[in-house]
């Protein structure tokens, strides 16, 4: 007896039905393996990002810092570690009429921590607090211990500037400097003599730097003093390089008399402590 054409139709579906669950399986087998290489794939990618050693650069605090990215290991100082730099004075000192040097005598407390550039400013006012101009500049802070920012050659016309103010512009980025290289750089300064007071001042040194580093670019600050620890002038010299161990004569001039009595003659050398390097 032959099969009816319904027993055909019923076998052939079969036949088919089975056929696309075979075939399913194995898009889902394909699909299944594929999700799993790419998982595995983002996995190789993403776990080294995810599993890295704590640092001082990866805006988090971790590891032994105290601060975010800051303290502890890191060279970053944490604002809580260290005190503000205090501004002791800052004046204007005419050279000649209508020519001006501006100075701020600075102190930084913090014995082993500096900062590598900061900017500032100085602004000027006349006798009845009238503002007159402004210097703005850039310049470093050693650790430990006073040192001035001096700006030259100021033009401000007919005015006089009888008000001087000095202010940092930006937030400070502190930097830990190691105790072993400070103890080892040593600056000095003997054989002061201040002449001509009358005519042409005239102020010399010698300075000496008593290391094995090397120093680049010192700008050297002098500061004269009455009886009453008044700045009375001021002026600067600058080094381009001061190697291990040598002598250097350094002078100073002024184009007019200095009044008053000068009992101390205090001079300055400075240097970014980031740029020395043993030769």
């Known amino acids: 007896m032959l099969p009816s054409s319904e027993t055909l139709q019923s076998s052939t579906t079969g036949c088919y039905n089975t056929k696309m669950t075979w075939a399913f399986k194995r898009q889902f087998f394909y699909i299944f393996v594929l999700i799993i290489f790419l998982a595995g794939f983002g996995f190789l990618i993403i776990y080294p990002s995810l599993n890295k050693p ?43 009429p209508g020519r001006y040097n501006a100075v701020a005598y600075l102190e930084n407390q913090n014995k082993n921590t500096a900062i590598n550039k900061i900017n500032y400013r100085f602004r000027f006012a006349d006798s ?49 400097v190691s105790e072993e290289k400070i103890g080892q750089l040593k600056v000095l300064v003997s054989n002061i003599s201040l002449t001509n007071l009358d005519t042409t001042p005239r102020l010399s040194a010698t300075i000496k730097n008593n290391s ?22 001021v ?15 350094i002078n ?26 043993l030769r």
């Open 54 to 96: 704590p640092s001082c650069t990866d805006a988090k605090q971790n590891g032994t810092e105290t601060g975010v990215d800051c303290g502890g290991s890191c060279l970053r100082a944490c604002f809580s570690q260290v005190d503000p730099v205090s501004i002791l004075w800052s004046r204007s000192f005419r050279v000649v």
């Open 128 to 176: 009845n607090n009238v503002y007159i101009g402004k210097r703005e500049g850039s310049t470093y802070v050693p650790p430990s211990g006073k040192f001035a920012v001096f700006e030259p050659a100021i033009d401000i016309g007919n005015s006089i500037p009888i008000y001087t103010t000095f202010e940092f512009t930006e937030v400070p980025r502190w930097v830990t």
């Open 212 to 233: 094995l580093f090397t120093i680049p670019a010192v700008k050297v600050v002098a500061i004269l003093r009455d009886a009453l620890d008044n700045s009375v002038a």
């Open 235 to 249: 002026s600067s010299t600058y080094i381009d390089m001061l190697n291990g161990e040598e002598v250097k004569d």
């Open 252 to 277: 100073f001039t002024w184009p007019e008399p200095i009044s008053g009595n000068i009992v101390a003659k205090e001079i300055i050398p400075m240097y970014n402590i980031f740029g020395v390097q």
